[in-house]
């Protein structure tokens, strides 16, 4: 048998595929994919430095990457590693885990429109900590644990109530738009009834924001990316399949109630996992998975690119919210907002020229 990894043009690949063999095992790989991959990496990884740099005392990009390679002075070293690299860390997460997640919605849904934030659990994780706001006075890991609770509940009382012999994706959405409309009065409701301060604290939290972010909420975070993500990549090819029809993926072998039930658990956990360390931060999960379908020119699901979209929407965002909103700062779920919003409205635009609204 071989043991070495060759890379040659699979004969049945498309001529911009590439197939990658060690032995018996081949593994087809989308050349396009892997250079938009690469892509997103190398801008996430370029706006990263640019916004660790950013603040009220300024480091150039070059001093931020000395400090980071522990080539640094101690002063910058501190402000670097201790002050800002945790916030651009969760940054990256939050945008990683949304996007992912988005595009695993929307294949299971098949429905652009069929993303955490609209589809209620984003509502659902802000209605478990707005709970533990409000109600119970809650420290801020109680907060999180509010949060992921809030949406991993949302998340299966709206697959319960889709399920009728299944789950078919237009009956996901509009139960979830349902359930979304639904949590967004409680929550509404439990802005009311709070006293001033912790009223204040819901609604920083609630807009979504990065402020003050340290280690304490990005190791959670990349813990349970470490385990979600990985689950999402390896359903990647069954979830594919399923675009196809049930009768067609069953007939391939494909469970396909299985998939997306652990689809729509990792997914859930996700984003329940993201909101609890920014809060729910709109319009990531839906425009992710969009622009890098556009980039990749691919068919079906592209989860991984997904995530890197991201990541660097979500880091562009935060550096917009810095720096672009005038002298003072502005929460990361405003930024993104107005980003998402612009895009929303192209969409639009484009969909009606191209004569499908």
């Known amino acids: 048998m071989s043991r070495t990894l060759t890379r040659t043009p699979g004969r049945s690949a498309a001529p ?12 087809p790989v989308d050349r396009r994919s892997l250079l938009v991959c690469a892509g997103l ?3 996430a990884l370029a706006i990263s430095v640019v916004l660790i740099g950013t603040g009220d005392y300024h480091i150039a990009p070059l001093d931020v990457v000395r400090s980071l390679t522990g080539h640094g002075d101690a002063g910058q070293d501190f402000i670097v590693r201790q002050l800002r690299l945790p916030r651009v860390v969760v940054a990256l997460l939050v945008g990683a885990s949304l996007g992912m997640a988005g595009a695993a919605f929307q294949t299971v849904s098949r429905n652009p429109l069929g993303s955490p934030d609209v589809i209620g659990f984003g509502q659902g994780s802000a209605a478990g900590a ?26 299966i009382a709206v697959y319960l109530l889709a399920w009728k012999r299944g789950v078919h994706g237009y009956r996901l959405v509009l139960v979830g738009i349902g359930a979304s409309a639904v949590l967004s009065a409680v929550n509404s409701y ?6 001033i301060v912790d009223a204040a604290r819901a609604v920083v939290w609630i807009t979504g924001s990065l402020d003050g972010r340290d280690w304490s909420q990005a190791w959670p975070l990349l813990g349970a990316a470490v385990v979600l993500m990985p689950t999402l990549v390896i359903s990647g090819r069954a979830l594919r399949i399923t675009e196809m029809g049930d009768d067609a993926a069953s007939a391939l072998g494909v469970r396909v109630e299985r998939v997306r039930l652990v689809t729509v658990l990792a997914a859930v956990l996700l984003t329940a ?3 609890a360390a920014a809060g729910p931060i709109s319009f990531v999960a839906l425009t992710a998975p969009q622009l890098a379908r556009r980039l990749t020119r691919s068919p079906g699901v592209a989860l991984v690119p997904s995530a890197l979209m991201g990541a660097t929407l979500l880091v562009a965002a935060d550096w917009a919210a810095q720096r672009a909103f005038g002298t ?3 929460p990361v779920g405003v930024a993104t907002g107005v980003l998402g919003g612009g895009y929303l409205l192209w969409l639009l635009v484009s969909e009606r020229k191209a004569g499908r609204i």
């Open 16 to 27: 911009h595929r590439t197939v990658l063999r060690r032995g018996h095992l081949s593994l």
């Open 41 to 43: 990496l190398v801008v």
């Open 130 to 155: 707005l709970i533990v706001i409000v109600l119970l006075k809650g420290s801020s890991y109680q907060v999180a644990i509010g949060a992921v609770a809030g949406g991993l509940l949302t998340g």
């Open 190 to 195: 439990l802005l009311v009834k709070a006293d």
């Open 273 to 275: 996992s993201a909101t």
């Open 328 to 330: 003072g700062e502005v």
